[in-house]
């Protein structure tokens, strides 16, 4: 009943820039904290970027500095600005998004299919 749909991967040189974008749509009462986890070729998913509703954030240490998260809470979308991309940065990225999608119930957890980002050279 909830879907998020991710746009924006795709391939970059090293040191370029690139946007991600993630929708999030179907019954939602509200979201609290929305983010980004990468998943590198043989790695596990790691937290890149987080944000909660009211804007804080959070970044992982790598992404400090050159990676910003953004969210329109009025659109239910979150982005990722990624600057002086590294090749360290490539994988897939995930946006995720915890959802109450009804007054009664907690957030369940909404996770998009993931985008392809690769860096090169």
């Known amino acids: 009943q909830v879907q998020l749909v991710e746009s924006g991967g795709g391939l970059v040189q090293a040191g370029g820039s690139l946007r991600l974008s993630c929708a999030a749509s179907?019954?939602?009462?509200?979201?609290?904290?929305m983010g980004w986890y990468r998943q590198g070729p043989g790695e596990q998913r790691e937290l890149v970027a987080a944000i909660t509703s009211g804007g804080s954030t959070n970044y992982a240490d790598s992404a400090k500095g050159r990676f910003t998260i953004s969210r329109d809470n009025a659109k239910d979308m979150v982005y990722l600005q990624m600057n002086s991309l590294k090749l360290e940065d490539a994988g897939v990225y995930y946006c995720?998004?915890?959802?109450?999608?009804?007054?009664?119930?907690?957030?369940?957890?909404?996770w998009g299919q993931g985008t392809q980002v690769t860096v090169s050279s």
């Open positions: 179907g019954s939602i009462f509200s979201i609290n904290d």
């Open positions: 995720y998004a915890d959802v109450k999608y009804s007054r009664r119930y907690t957030n369940s957890r909404f």
